[in-house]
Each structure stands twice: as structure tokens, then as C-alpha cells.
């Protein structure tokens, strides 16, 4: 991880070291690992930059001691290492990146990520920790940056199997009558599109709001347009309830292939043909198994960790379930993120007192209720959740509070964790950043087991290809 602080996190260098040598420490303790007390330089010394001589000393230490350890480090530990491996075949570029939802389905389905493209270092810097991929196969700036200069980096993309990506669009309205690809707001669609058309890979997938599909046929015709008649495109309107996910998530995914006898409709039917028919996954099946939080009651304490609120790192075998054996691959050991953040004891209360399904209107609250006058606007401000049920759309807003995720039997907000098992991460996937970062990647990441079952249904026919 030092060599991407020392690529991306220039100005704040110094902040990212200190937490990662908290973080290593933490977790060598916790695997009984004796630190080394060598004075040997073990780094590049372009990596000391503004580091005390204390700093820098403790960080060697620390390296040499997962080098000589490497053989029985647990795979926690190794993430924090140099990346080394890039897998060419089957190969795909994420643009808008985040922290990789969507690239972690199609990873799963058989596709390697080649190059990944996000403007936010804070949001990359989990994409680039839980992947092997090296640093300079990632692009942390503006996608229009990425076109201008296309030629610097078009080595990258020789035989693009898939292109991926989900580009902020706030234009897609039915009052706004103005071509969506003029709009100024829509800009990153129009560069999007414009890499698209430079790259021409086999496929592509474009996830966006549900409010794109009213605009289907005019955003069909900018990428025939802007990308080439060469292609076949479908427009889909998707629910992750439908696919065995246990969240109500709408979202527009637009499907292209380039390949003569695989039209795009194919694709959309092999992935209609997935929906679940039957029973799937409720939100009680998505908080099973993990330790029960107390409310947080200490302000402005956001290092804080202990058994009551929780920890970001936690060795803990992760419980077999149906639904842990649908999200993990592999058996876990580590429990990360699951950590309870402040809230007053008017919040408390009001999370103690509220039915599951309820919201802000129930008359268990209307004594305390803060909103009473506003109740049109604030109906929604507090809501908890219904174990029984799906859940609502895990949004980004979690960063700024969980009142509307409130946890069905904890009189808390949803940590980190359960709103990434919501969001179908599997429970070795780590994320960096501050804490309220957490709830803003999972908030903009696309359900991973939603985009693997896209990734599954283009893969079927890349196989053909390939045969």
C-alpha cells in the first residue's frame, strides 16, 4: 500500500502512513507475530518523503517483518503488500470504478481487471488494496483527462474483452428536454462514451439510475452514434431483489457487443433467465452471524474501538450460513468494518422505540420526534428496517447518517459491514478510508452478485469465442 499513498495521497502522505503502520500493527499482534527490531533500511528510500525518522524507522520494521512472515500471513496481511500479478486474459477496463462492486462480479464471473479508471485516490485506494493488480495499471484522474490524452495509454487497451463503468449522470429526466449528451451535468456520460468508442472492446456494460429509462431510445441512439453502428445495445431495467440479493435496488444497465451472432438481446435474455422465482435472500439472512453492536455513545471518538461498538479489524471465523456461502468463496477469519458509529440519546431512544418497517410518523415517537412540523418532508428521516423483508437501497447518504437504515433488533444504524453484505460484498473485502467513507463506497457500488450474474451471462459467450 505505500507505493499508492506515495502515488495518489501526495498531500496527505504522512496521515495515510501513520494509520497503515496502526493498522499492520493491529493485526500482527492479533496473529501473535513478533515485530522486527532491525535498523535495516528494507524500503525504497523515495518512500521516506516527509516521515519522521521515527516513522520511517517503524515502517521498515514492519515490512521486513510481513517479508519474512510472507509464507504464513494470513491474506489480510498480504494485501498490504507490493502488487505484482495482471492477468491478460479475459481482460476488462472499469471507468467510475469506486471501490470495485461492480469489477468484483465480473472478476468472480472470469474477467480481469487491466485497467482501472477513478477520480477519487479515497475510493480507489479499496479497489487497489483488495486486488493484486499494480499501480500502474490504475488511472486516479478525470476520464476526460483519460480521452485528451488517449495516445500516452493506449498500450492498455489491445483486445479489450469487456468495458465497464457507470458514469454520474444528473440529466436523465423527462422534464429536461434538452439532448441528454449536451447537457454540461452529463459530461463524464459523453467521455464515457467517448473511451468507449477509442477502446472498442468485445462488450461493454453501462450500470445508471433507474431515471435513464426515460430517455431508452435517445441514450441508445448517442452510443450507436458516438461508439458505432457496429455494435448491438439493449437497455434493461434491473431489481437486485430479483436476482437472490436482499436489497429493493433499481437500476439501468445498457449491454453492447461488437460480436457478429451475439446480440446484445441475447445477453439481457441469458440474464432475465436468472431471476429468482422462488424465496431469496431477506435482510435477516444478510445480518446473520455477525457479533451484536451497542449504540455508540461517545462523541467525536472515531478511533474508538472496543467489543461493545465494534472494532475495524476483528479476528473472527465468519459463521456458515446459506447466505455467507453465497457472498464468500472461501472461508473468512477476519471480520473488518463491522464497527458501530455515534449517535445522541434522543436517536437511541428513537431507534429503541420504533417497530421494524416504521418510520418517522409512528406514534411510538411522536413525543420525541425533532421533525414534527416538517412531517411531509421528514417521513423518512428515521426508518427501521424489517428483518423480514428486503431491504431498502443502500445509498450513499449512509455517510452522513444510518437514520434511515436503522438495525431491525439494535438500537443502532447498520455498521459498514452489514450494509456491504446487503450490498453482496463478500466478507474478506476491506474498506479503507474513514468510516463514513465506508458507507459512501458501498452506497455507489453496484450489488456484486448482481454484477456477477451480468459478468456470467457475457462470459457464456466469450467462452464461445474463445473455443
Keep these: 500500500m505505500i507505493e499508492f499513498y506515495y502515488q495518489f495521497f501526495n498531500k496527505n502522505y504522512k496521515v495515510k502512513i501513520k494509520q497503515l503502520i496502526i493498522d499492520i500493527t493491529k493485526l500482527l499482534e ?46 489480510i496481511l498480504k494485501k498490504f503488500m507490493s502488487k505484482k500479478k495482471v492477468k491478460n486474459k479475459h481482460s476488462f477496463i472499469d471507468t467510475f470504478a469506486g471501490c470495485g462492486g461492480l469489477s468484483l462480479g465480473m472478476e468472480t464471473a472470469g474477467f480481469n481487471p487491466i485497467f482501472v479508471n477513478e477520480i477519487e485516490a479515497k475510493f480507489l485506494e479499496s ?26 495509454y493506449k498500450h492498455n487497451f489491445n483486445d479489450i474483452d469487456l468495458f465497464i463503468g457507470g458514469p454520474p449522470c444528473q440529466g436523465f429526466s423527462m422534464a429536461n428536454r434538452q439532448p441528454i449528451i449536451d447537457d ?51 437497455i434493461v431495467l434491473l431489481n437486485a431483489k430479483d436476482f437472490n440479493i436482499p436489497q429493493n435496488r433499481e437500476r439501468v444497465f445498457v449491454i453492447g457487443s461488437r460480436i457478429k451472432d ?31 453492536l451497542l449504540p455508540k455513545k461517545v462523541k467525536n471518538a472515531g478511533k474508538l474501538e472496543n467489543e461493545d461498538i465494534g472494532y475495524k479489524f476483528k479476528k473472527f471465523k465468519i459463521q456458515t450460513t446459506t447466505f455467507t456461502n453465497f457472498i464468500n468463496k472461501d472461508n473468512v477469519f477476519y471480520l473488518s468494518n463491522h464497527i458501530n458509529r455515534y449517535n445522541n440519546d434522543r436517536d437511541i431512544e428513537i431507534f429503541s422505540r420504533l417497530p421494524q418497517g416504521a ?28 428483518e ?25 444504524g447498520l455498521s459498514p459491514r452489514e450494509a456491504a453484505r446487503i ?19 458501498i452506497g455507489n457500488a453496484v450489488p456484486v452478485k448482481l454484477a456477477e450474474v451480468i459478468g456470467n451471462s457475457i462470459m457464456k459467450y466469450v467462452g464461445e469465442i474463445d473455443e
Design 30 to 75: 492479533l496473529e501473535k507475530i513478533i515485530l522486527s527490531n532491525s535498523n535495516i533500511i528494507h524500503l525504497d528510500a523515495k518512500y521516506k518523503m516527509n516521515l519522521g525518522d521515527e516513522q520511517w524507522k517503524r515502517l521498515n520494521q514492519i515490512y521486513l517483518t510481513l517479508d519474512c512472515h510472507k509464507a504464513i500471513l494470513p491474506n
Design 127 to 152: 479497489y487497489y488494496f483488495n486486488r493484486e493488480l499494480p499501480i500502474e495499471n490504475y488511472f486516479c484522474d478525470d476520464i476526460k483527462k483519460l480521452v485528451l490524452e488517449y495516445e500516452s
Design 184 to 234: 454540461p451535468r452529463n459530461e463524464l456520460y459523453k467521455y464515457y462514451l467517448e473511451l468507449l468508442h477509442l477502446v472498442q472492446p468485445k462488450f461493454f456494460v453501462m450500470e445508471n439510475v433507474k431515471g435513464m429509462m426515460n430517455k431508452s431510445d435517445e441514450i441508445k441512439n448517442d452510443f450507436l452514434q458516438k461508439v458505432g453502428d457496429n455494435y448491438t445495445i439493449e
Design 262 to 292: 451475439i446480440e446484445a438481446s441475447k445477453i439481457v435474455l441469458d440474464i432475465l433467465s436468472k431471476k429468482i422465482l422462488n424465496d431469496s435472500f431477506m435482510l435477516k439472512n444478510a445480518l446473520e452471524g455477525l457479533p451484536a
Design 359 to 386: 418510520n418517522s410518523l409512528h406514534e411510538s415517537i411522536k413525543d420525541i420526534m425533532p421533525y414534527t412540523s416538517r412531517n411531509h418532508m421528514f417521513k423518512d428521516k428515521y426508518f427501521k428496517l424489517n
Design 388 to 412: 423480514q423483508k428486503h431491504s431498502k437501497t443502500i445509498t450513499s447518504h449512509m455517510k452522513h447518517d444510518c437514520n434511515m437504515y436503522i438495525h431491525p433488533t439494535e438500537p443502532r
Design 423 to 441: 450490498q453482496t460484498f463478500p466478507d474478506d473485502f476491506v474498506f479503507m478510508g474513514s468510516n463514513n467513507n465506508w458507507y459512501a463506497q
